[in-house]
């Protein structure tokens, strides 16, 4: 999780050696939402994507590791109001514009741009269009995680070692979130709208519905690491819960997905328009998956996930 630097001159470590449940023993875990010490044993571990999370028994938040000496974010920060997460989501186009950020995006356009022309080639080219696909889609969990936990950095491209874990499983799991939110839509438009090609009031109420949700359900299955994150009365409580911040954001998401289809036009600018393209998209999907996980950040003391799963 990160920390902050934006504190008191005055600020003094206070003494939370020992956890609250048990005096006799050493603190290793403090909570982001309560702001509680806890032992080992008082927390609860997750593993997700082969990474593991410890989580607060009392209020489902997020733990991270305890120094005496490290000046935490939350225990000087107010995150909860939406003065603040909507100071959040504008800080977030900012996302990119450091080294890290933009090395992330242009490399990565670059890579896109080098592996869109190895995959016009014969027999080949199928599988590198796959591979590109599954890399590229399994970011997005990493960056509504690293969001999610309140890192400002943004996390490096997926390791390949463990292809299955690290690319394949959380690849599919963003696709079957999207074609979850969009079945409804698409199953209508070619079972009940007219040959035509047209669009009617039904299908894009259930196309906009489906984008209102997707992003709830899509923060939801990556911090769950489960399918189960899509129970939709788990899902419309969750909205219900923080439905002011999580409106302001349905509305940015519809607006990037907007200049998402816009940039499709310099696509058609030879060559440098692809790798244009291929900049102006990938910085939208990460300004886009930071907005998502941020909404957990901002509003965890509201949701308490982990301490209610979707599963029940």
Not at 50 to 63: A, D, I, N, P
Not at 123 to 152: C, H, M, R, W
Not at 200 to 209: E, K, V
Request: a negative charge; charged letters at 15%; hydrophobic letters at 45%.
């Amino acid at each position: 999780m990160s920390k902050t630097d934006d504190v008191q001159d005055d600020w003094q470590p206070i003494d939370r050696s020992t956890c609250i449940h048990h005096a006799d023993r050493e603190t290793e875990f403090i909570c982001t939402g309560c702001e509680e010490v806890f032992c080992r044993e008082c927390v609860t571990e997750k593993m997700v994507n082969r990474h593991t999370f410890h989580f607060c028994e009392q209020c489902g938040c997020r733990c991270e590791s305890y120094d005496p000496t490290e000046r935490y974010a939350f225990l000087t920060d107010s995150t909860s109001s939406s003065d603040s997460f909507f100071n959040a989501l504008m800080e977030s186009w900012k996302y990119a514009f450091n080294p890290r950020g933009a090395g992330v995006v242009i490399g990565g356009a670059v890579f896109l741009l080098v592996m869109g022309t190895l995959s016009m080639a014969p027999l080949v080219g199928f599988i590198i269009s796959i591979f590109v696909s599954l890399y590229v889609t399994a970011f997005i969990p990493q960056l509504i995680n690293a969001s999610a936990d309140g890192e400002k950095d943004m996390p490096g491209w997926p390791d390949t070692t463990y292809f299955s874990d690290d690319i394949v499983q959380p690849a599919f799991q963003i696709m079957m979130v999207t074609a979850a939110n969009l079945a409804p839509a698409l199953i209508y438009r070619y079972y009940f709208m007219e040959s035509s090609g047209g669009v009617d009031g039904i299908y894009l109420c259930l196309f906009g519905i489906g984008l209102f949700f997707l992003p709830m359900n899509l923060l939801s299955v990556t911090l769950n690491d489960t399918m189960a994150g899509l129970n939709p009365v788990f899902v419309i409580l969750s909205i219900a819960k923080v439905w002011k911040d999580y409106l302001l954001l349905a509305v940015i998401s519809l607006g990037i997905g907007g200049l998402i289809h816009l940039n499709a036009f310099v696509y058609q600018i030879h060559f440098i328009g692809i790798f244009l393209g291929n900049v102006v998209s990938l910085y939208l999907l990460l300004i886009e998956m930071r907005m998502i996980g941020l909404l957990y950040y901002h509003n965890r003391l509201s949701l308490r996930w982990f301490s209610e799963s979707p599963s029940r």
